[in-house]
């Protein structure tokens, strides 16, 4: 288990610049999630650190050791692929003791540290099995113990659950999380899947074309975005254009484009008065009103859809712009109907907005 930490490190392909000025730091026994649309460098992230990539300019150590420009075999990092990489004419146990062959092991030894780590993700009973006659999740899990069993400094995982269904990947990323607390490992993870990197995360680096946007742990980024890209990247979100009406006291007043409907927010990120300014709105937020109340955060709308969800109803309400909003309704007592007219109100503190610089 090492402390990770990239200092200004630059991978660029040909004129690309894939992964552009990245710093960050792994605490030791931590899961750090690179988090973000497809393209935006994660990837190219996480192989720069595993030594599949040298990085053009800036730093990378394992502890207080510069790993930069060592081959991958000599950094002790071990990756989880998204196709798991097996050898389909190689037995389960061949599959996991193959890193260990190549470091000359003993075959007594390698047995055990097979059975040893294959136990761990609840596959030792397939010791003797083709990869191809496992399920998805069991490939997966043996992929980990691949990993496991060379005794990895630092745990890399690219997209492990992308080829699994809902219900399983849901199962398998709490095991993952489970494991890699239980042994201590400092791992670091790559996801598209924001839900996901949520709920495995200690910390999430949030990416896009190549660039850091925000760094924290995942309840901070939901409560706190820092720009738009987050706000909106960060579950399901509405993206409103706004002017600027005043700014006072660590409050603003926000006139919605196209009418006089003013809403306040008491979450400002660099807003300029008389400019535009992105709002995000996240649709549990939101508590439908059918009659108006001139003193509340309200804006006036008419129910487009409605969309059941068993916990919830998903309601798709067109504002008096023209702008559509979704809108999660858990209190259904009061019955809504397409084409109703409703208001939609919002605390201050939920409308999250965001001027020209923090977009």
Request: hydrophobic share 40%; net charge positive; glycine share 6%.
């Amino acid at each position: 288990m090492v402390e990770v930490i990239l200092k200004n490190v630059t991978k660029k392909f040909e004129e690309v610049v894939a992964v552009d000025n990245v710093s960050f730091k792994v605490r030791e026994g931590e899961i750090l999630t690179l988090l973000g649309p497809s393209g935006c460098g994660k990837s190219t992230t996480l192989r720069t650190i595993a030594g599949f990539y040298f990085p053009d300019s800036g730093k990378i150590y394992f502890g207080e050791k510069d790993i930069t420009n060592m081959p991958p075999q000599k950094r002790n990092a071990a990756m989880v692929f998204q196709n798991y990489a097996l050898w389909p004419h190689m037995s389960v146990k061949d599959n996991v003791t193959y890193g260990l062959k190549l470091r000359k092991v003993g075959r007594e030894e390698q047995h055990r540290r097979a059975f040893d780590s294959l136990k761990m993700v609840q596959m030792e009973k397939f010791m003797d099995r083709m990869p191809l006659k496992l399920s998805g999740g069991q490939q997966q899990r043996v992929a980990v113990a691949r990993c496991l069993v060379v005794n990895p400094d630092v745990l890399l995982m690219d997209e492990p659950l992308s080829n699994l269904d809902a219900k399983l990947r849901i199962e398998t990323r709490r095991d993952i999380r489970d494991l890699v607390k239980e042994l201590d490992l400092t791992a670091i993870y790559v996801t598209h899947d924001q839900e996901e990197a949520l709920s495995i995360s200690d910390y999430i680096v949030i990416m896009d074309q190549g660039r850091i946007r925000q760094t924290g742990k995942p309840r901070e980024i939901w409560e706190h975005p820092e720009n738009a890209f987050v706000g909106t990247f960060i579950g399901e979100a509405n993206l409103l254009e706004f002017s600027v009406k005043s700014t006072q006291d660590g409050t603003g007043l926000l006139e919605i484009v196209k009418t006089n409907r003013i809403l306040k927010t008491t979450f400002i990120k660099e807003l300029e008065i008389g400019k535009k300014a992105r709002v995000v709105l996240r649709p549990d937020k939101f508590e439908v009103d059918i009659t108006e109340d001139p003193n509340a955060n309200q804006l006036p709308g008419r129910v487009r859809a409605i969309m059941y969800h068993g916990t919830f109803e998903r309601l798709t309400v067109r504002l008096t712009d023209g702008s559509d909003v979704v809108v999660y309704r858990t209190e259904t007592e009061v019955p809504i109907k397409v084409r109703q007219n409703v208001y939609l109100r919002v605390k201050p503190e939920h409308v999250l907005a965001f001027g020209p610089t923090a977009y």
